[in-house]
Protein backbone atom coordinates (compact mmCIF):
# COMPACT_ATOMS: atom_id res chain seq x y z
CA UNK A 1 0.00 0.00 0.00
CA UNK A 2 1.74 3.17 -1.15
CA UNK A 3 1.69 6.55 1.76
CA UNK A 4 -0.90 7.90 -0.02
CA UNK A 5 -3.32 4.98 0.46
CA UNK A 6 -2.48 5.16 3.66
CA UNK A 7 -3.21 8.48 4.62
CA UNK A 8 -6.19 8.03 2.96
CA UNK A 9 -7.62 5.85 5.20
CA UNK A 10 -6.18 7.00 8.43
CA UNK A 11 -9.25 8.13 9.83
CA UNK A 12 -10.75 7.69 13.30
CA UNK A 13 -10.52 4.30 14.97
CA UNK A 14 -13.48 1.95 14.55
CA UNK A 15 -13.90 -0.31 11.63
CA UNK A 16 -10.30 -0.11 10.20
CA UNK A 17 -9.90 -2.91 7.98
CA UNK A 18 -13.16 -1.94 6.52
CA UNK A 19 -12.56 1.55 5.82
CA UNK A 20 -9.46 0.24 3.81
CA UNK A 21 -11.87 -1.94 1.52
CA UNK A 22 -13.44 1.24 1.08
CA UNK A 23 -10.81 2.73 0.00
CA UNK A 24 -9.54 0.37 -2.47
CA UNK A 25 -12.83 0.58 -3.81
CA UNK A 26 -12.91 4.22 -3.94
CA UNK A 27 -9.40 4.01 -5.59
CA UNK A 28 -10.32 1.64 -8.28
CA UNK A 29 -13.67 4.09 -8.91
CA UNK A 30 -10.95 7.50 -9.22
CA UNK A 31 -9.09 5.54 -11.55
CA UNK A 32 -12.60 4.77 -13.97
CA UNK A 33 -13.94 8.16 -12.98
CA UNK A 34 -10.87 10.43 -12.69
CA UNK A 35 -12.48 10.85 -8.65
CA UNK A 36 -9.64 12.53 -6.60
CA UNK A 37 -8.05 10.77 -3.60
CA UNK A 38 -8.20 12.81 -0.86
CA UNK A 39 -5.38 12.98 1.20
CA UNK A 40 -4.82 13.51 4.91
CA UNK A 41 -4.86 17.33 5.38
CA UNK A 42 -1.91 18.31 7.26
CA UNK A 43 -2.81 21.17 7.59
CA UNK A 44 -2.21 22.30 3.91
CA UNK A 45 -5.20 21.20 1.59
CA UNK A 46 -4.02 19.50 -1.74
CA UNK A 47 -6.43 21.79 -4.54
CA UNK A 48 -8.49 19.21 -5.44
CA UNK A 49 -11.39 21.46 -5.55
CA UNK A 50 -12.06 24.77 -7.47
CA UNK A 51 -13.79 28.14 -7.17
CA UNK A 52 -17.34 28.91 -8.23
CA UNK A 53 -17.84 33.08 -8.86
CA UNK A 54 -21.34 33.21 -7.36
CA UNK A 55 -22.95 36.73 -5.84
CA UNK A 56 -20.75 38.24 -3.64
CA UNK A 57 -17.96 35.20 -3.18
CA UNK A 58 -15.85 33.00 -4.78
CA UNK A 59 -17.06 30.00 -3.33
CA UNK A 60 -14.61 27.10 -3.21
CA UNK A 61 -16.30 23.31 -3.47
CA UNK A 62 -15.01 19.91 -4.43
CA UNK A 63 -17.11 17.80 -6.62
CA UNK A 64 -15.93 13.93 -7.12
CA UNK A 65 -18.09 14.60 -10.66
CA UNK A 66 -19.65 11.47 -12.22
CA UNK A 67 -23.21 10.80 -13.13
CA UNK A 68 -24.39 9.76 -9.71
CA UNK A 69 -27.07 10.42 -7.65
CA UNK A 70 -25.54 14.01 -5.66
CA UNK A 71 -25.20 14.53 -2.16
CA UNK A 72 -23.98 17.82 -0.82
CA UNK A 73 -22.30 17.96 2.38
CA UNK A 74 -22.51 20.79 4.71
CA UNK A 75 -19.75 21.33 7.76
CA UNK A 76 -19.67 22.41 11.00
CA UNK A 77 -19.01 25.79 12.63
CA UNK A 78 -15.57 24.71 13.02
CA UNK A 79 -14.48 23.35 10.38
CA UNK A 80 -14.58 23.25 6.14
CA UNK A 81 -14.80 21.11 2.91
CA UNK A 82 -11.99 19.08 4.36
CA UNK A 83 -13.48 17.80 6.88
CA UNK A 84 -15.78 15.44 4.28
CA UNK A 85 -13.13 13.91 2.60
CA UNK A 86 -13.71 10.33 4.54
CA UNK A 87 -17.50 10.71 3.43
CA UNK A 88 -16.64 12.19 0.06
CA UNK A 89 -14.41 8.71 -0.20
CA UNK A 90 -16.65 6.28 0.89
CA UNK A 91 -20.07 7.99 -0.92
CA UNK A 92 -17.69 8.27 -4.03
CA UNK A 93 -16.71 4.71 -3.68
CA UNK A 94 -20.73 3.34 -4.01
CA UNK A 95 -21.77 5.39 -7.19
CA UNK A 96 -22.42 9.10 -5.84
CA UNK A 97 -21.35 12.29 -7.25
CA UNK A 98 -20.14 13.93 -3.34
CA UNK A 99 -20.16 17.63 -3.45
CA UNK A 100 -18.86 19.61 -0.11
CA UNK A 101 -18.06 23.81 -0.30
CA UNK A 102 -16.59 26.39 2.02
CA UNK A 103 -18.91 28.56 3.45
CA UNK A 104 -18.71 32.27 2.74
CA UNK A 105 -15.79 32.77 5.09
CA UNK A 106 -14.59 29.45 6.06
CA UNK A 107 -11.54 27.77 4.35
CA UNK A 108 -10.78 28.93 0.92
CA UNK A 109 -13.64 30.75 0.30
CA UNK A 110 -13.30 34.75 -0.32
CA UNK A 111 -15.92 37.59 -0.40
CA UNK A 112 -16.06 39.42 -3.60
CA UNK A 113 -17.66 42.60 -3.65
CA UNK A 114 -17.31 42.80 -7.23
CA UNK A 115 -19.39 39.84 -8.37
CA UNK A 116 -22.49 41.01 -6.71
CA UNK A 117 -24.18 41.81 -2.89
CA UNK A 118 -22.97 40.36 -0.27
CA UNK A 119 -26.49 40.10 1.55
CA UNK A 120 -26.94 36.11 0.75
CA UNK A 121 -27.08 33.13 3.17
CA UNK A 122 -25.36 30.03 3.31
CA UNK A 123 -28.76 28.69 2.11
CA UNK A 124 -28.85 30.96 -0.69
CA UNK A 125 -25.55 30.13 -1.77
CA UNK A 126 -25.92 26.19 -1.49
CA UNK A 127 -29.01 27.12 -4.25
CA UNK A 128 -26.42 28.78 -6.68
CA UNK A 129 -24.09 26.32 -6.18
CA UNK A 130 -26.56 23.42 -6.95
CA UNK A 131 -27.77 25.52 -9.89
CA UNK A 132 -24.54 26.09 -11.57
CA UNK A 133 -23.40 22.31 -11.01
CA UNK A 134 -26.75 21.56 -12.54
CA UNK A 135 -27.85 19.83 -9.86
CA UNK A 136 -31.87 18.47 -10.17
CA UNK A 137 -32.60 16.62 -7.19
CA UNK A 138 -29.66 15.63 -4.41
CA UNK A 139 -29.31 14.58 -0.67
CA UNK A 140 -28.17 16.91 1.61
CA UNK A 141 -26.23 16.07 4.95
CA UNK A 142 -25.60 18.77 7.77
CA UNK A 143 -23.72 18.29 10.74
CA UNK A 144 -23.62 20.33 14.07
CA UNK A 145 -23.82 23.94 12.16
CA UNK A 146 -23.88 22.83 9.62
CA UNK A 147 -27.43 21.40 10.15
CA UNK A 148 -28.88 24.75 10.67
CA UNK A 149 -28.25 25.33 7.29
CA UNK A 150 -29.78 22.28 6.07
CA UNK A 151 -33.21 22.46 8.04
CA UNK A 152 -33.32 25.89 6.73
CA UNK A 153 -32.56 24.79 3.21
CA UNK A 154 -34.96 22.03 3.06
CA UNK A 155 -37.89 23.83 4.37
CA UNK A 156 -37.35 26.70 1.67
CA UNK A 157 -36.51 24.62 -0.89
CA UNK A 158 -38.07 20.73 -0.58
CA UNK A 159 -38.81 20.15 -3.71
CA UNK A 160 -34.91 20.05 -4.70
CA UNK A 161 -34.21 17.47 -1.76
CA UNK A 162 -34.48 13.68 -2.21
CA UNK A 163 -33.70 13.40 1.29
CA UNK A 164 -31.92 14.88 4.26
CA UNK A 165 -29.53 14.18 6.91
CA UNK A 166 -29.41 16.10 10.05
CA UNK A 167 -26.61 14.76 12.50
CA UNK A 168 -25.02 15.90 15.85
CA UNK A 169 -27.01 19.73 15.37
CA UNK A 170 -29.30 20.92 18.19
CA UNK A 171 -30.82 22.62 14.96
CA UNK A 172 -30.36 26.26 15.97
CA UNK A 173 -34.45 26.17 17.31
CA UNK A 174 -35.66 29.32 18.77
CA UNK A 175 -38.52 27.64 21.04
CA UNK A 176 -38.33 28.50 25.02
CA UNK A 177 -38.11 24.49 25.56
CA UNK A 178 -34.92 24.00 23.09
CA UNK A 179 -33.17 26.95 25.47
CA UNK A 180 -34.44 25.60 28.50
CA UNK A 181 -33.06 22.36 27.67
CA UNK A 182 -29.68 23.53 26.77
CA UNK A 183 -29.39 24.99 29.56
CA UNK A 184 -30.15 22.44 31.46
CA UNK A 185 -27.36 20.35 30.07
CA UNK A 186 -24.39 22.45 29.50
CA UNK A 187 -21.83 22.26 31.68
CA UNK A 188 -21.30 25.80 33.13
CA UNK A 189 -18.18 28.13 31.40
CA UNK A 190 -18.60 24.71 28.07
CA UNK A 191 -18.45 27.60 25.62
CA UNK A 192 -15.14 29.40 27.18
CA UNK A 193 -13.00 25.94 26.66
CA UNK A 194 -11.28 25.48 23.53
CA UNK A 195 -12.97 23.70 20.56
CA UNK A 196 -11.71 20.50 20.85
CA UNK A 197 -12.81 20.00 24.13
CA UNK A 198 -16.47 21.16 23.59
CA UNK A 199 -16.49 19.13 19.92
CA UNK A 200 -14.32 15.82 20.01
CA UNK A 201 -15.26 13.25 22.59
CA UNK A 202 -12.86 12.20 25.23
CA UNK A 203 -12.79 8.81 23.97
CA UNK A 204 -11.85 10.15 20.47
CA UNK A 205 -8.80 11.98 22.24
CA UNK A 206 -7.42 9.25 24.20
CA UNK A 207 -7.37 6.79 21.13
CA UNK A 208 -6.32 8.65 18.35
CA UNK A 209 -4.23 11.84 19.16
CA UNK A 210 -3.21 11.93 15.65
CA UNK A 211 -6.65 12.16 14.24
CA UNK A 212 -6.92 14.76 17.04
CA UNK A 213 -4.06 17.00 16.12
CA UNK A 214 -5.79 17.07 12.25
CA UNK A 215 -9.61 17.87 13.82
CA UNK A 216 -7.82 20.63 16.01
CA UNK A 217 -5.57 21.92 12.47
CA UNK A 218 -8.58 22.18 9.80
CA UNK A 219 -10.90 24.34 13.39
CA UNK A 220 -7.48 26.69 13.57
CA UNK A 221 -7.98 27.11 9.73
CA UNK A 222 -11.68 27.16 9.34
CA UNK A 223 -12.55 30.71 9.41
CA UNK A 224 -10.93 33.46 7.24
CA UNK A 225 -9.37 36.18 9.32
CA UNK A 226 -10.80 38.59 6.87
CA UNK A 227 -14.58 36.86 6.78
CA UNK A 228 -17.56 39.21 7.20
CA UNK A 229 -20.87 38.44 8.99
CA UNK A 230 -23.10 36.59 6.39
CA UNK A 231 -26.31 35.51 8.15
CA UNK A 232 -26.44 32.01 8.75
CA UNK A 233 -30.15 31.35 7.73
CA UNK A 234 -32.83 32.62 5.68
CA UNK A 235 -35.73 32.85 8.56
CA UNK A 236 -35.26 31.24 12.30
CA UNK A 237 -35.91 27.66 12.45
CA UNK A 238 -38.76 27.13 14.68
CA UNK A 239 -40.69 23.92 15.03
CA UNK A 240 -43.14 25.32 12.49
CA UNK A 241 -41.00 25.75 10.12
CA UNK A 242 -40.26 22.13 10.55
CA UNK A 243 -44.00 21.78 8.85
CA UNK A 244 -42.23 22.51 5.12
CA UNK A 245 -39.72 19.72 5.91
CA UNK A 246 -41.60 16.97 3.74
CA UNK A 247 -38.28 14.96 2.47
CA UNK A 248 -37.21 11.54 3.93
CA UNK A 249 -35.14 12.82 7.15
CA UNK A 250 -32.48 10.82 9.26
CA UNK A 251 -31.56 12.28 12.26
CA UNK A 252 -28.37 11.13 13.56
CA UNK A 253 -26.84 11.22 17.30
CA UNK A 254 -23.85 11.15 18.70
CA UNK A 255 -24.04 9.69 22.36
CA UNK A 256 -21.45 11.41 23.76
CA UNK A 257 -21.90 14.51 22.54
CA UNK A 258 -21.91 17.95 24.84
CA UNK A 259 -23.77 20.49 22.73
CA UNK A 260 -26.32 18.35 21.09
CA UNK A 261 -26.93 14.61 23.05
CA UNK A 262 -29.91 12.54 21.92
CA UNK A 263 -32.48 13.86 24.12
CA UNK A 264 -32.47 17.56 22.67
CA UNK A 265 -31.96 16.59 18.90
CA UNK A 266 -35.16 14.14 20.12
CA UNK A 267 -37.06 16.85 20.79
CA UNK A 268 -36.87 18.73 17.70
CA UNK A 269 -36.93 15.95 15.28
CA UNK A 270 -40.42 15.24 16.53
CA UNK A 271 -41.95 18.27 15.30
CA UNK A 272 -41.03 17.35 11.77
CA UNK A 273 -43.67 16.75 9.17
CA UNK A 274 -43.63 13.12 8.20
CA UNK A 275 -41.66 11.40 10.87
CA UNK A 276 -37.90 10.71 10.62
CA UNK A 277 -35.35 7.96 10.35
CA UNK A 278 -33.62 7.80 14.06
CA UNK A 279 -29.89 6.51 14.47
CA UNK A 280 -26.98 7.51 17.41
CA UNK A 281 -23.29 6.79 17.09
CA UNK A 282 -22.24 5.31 20.14
CA UNK A 283 -18.81 6.52 22.23
CA UNK A 284 -18.91 9.95 20.21
CA UNK A 285 -18.27 13.64 20.71
CA UNK A 286 -19.65 16.18 18.68
CA UNK A 287 -17.56 15.74 15.43
CA UNK A 288 -19.38 12.84 14.78
CA UNK A 289 -18.40 12.29 11.11
CA UNK A 290 -14.94 12.52 12.19
CA UNK A 291 -14.60 10.55 15.14
CA UNK A 292 -16.30 7.45 13.94
CA UNK A 293 -16.31 7.95 9.85
CA UNK A 294 -16.99 4.27 9.22
CA UNK A 295 -20.19 3.98 10.85
CA UNK A 296 -21.57 7.59 10.26
CA UNK A 297 -21.13 6.61 6.06
CA UNK A 298 -23.03 3.45 7.20
CA UNK A 299 -25.73 5.13 8.38
CA UNK A 300 -26.13 7.74 5.52
CA UNK A 301 -25.48 5.68 2.97
CA UNK A 302 -28.47 2.99 4.23
CA UNK A 303 -30.27 5.85 4.19
CA UNK A 304 -29.83 7.90 0.76
CA UNK A 305 -29.98 4.16 -0.93
CA UNK A 306 -33.98 4.28 -0.14
CA UNK A 307 -34.73 7.17 -1.61
Not at 101 to 120: H, I, K, M
Not at 124 to 131: F, G, I
Not at 195 to 222: F, L, Q
Request: net charge neutral; hydrophobic share 45%; charged share 20%.
Amino acid sequence: MNSRLTHCVRYGTDGARRAIRVRLAGLALGLVLGAPCFTTPGYAAEDTGRFADLAGVRLWFTDTGGDGVPIVLLHANTGTSDSWRPQAEAFAAHGYRVIAFDRRGFGRSEADPATGPQQATVADDLDALADRLKLARFHLVGVAGGGFIAIDYAAWRPERLRSLVVAASTGQFKEPEMAEMTARLEIPQLRKQAPVYREVGPSYRAADPEGTKRWIAVEEHSRRPDSSFQPELRSPNTFAKLAAVTMPVLVMAADADLLAPPALMRTWAGHLANGYQWATVPDSGHSIAWEHPAIFNDHVLAFVAQH
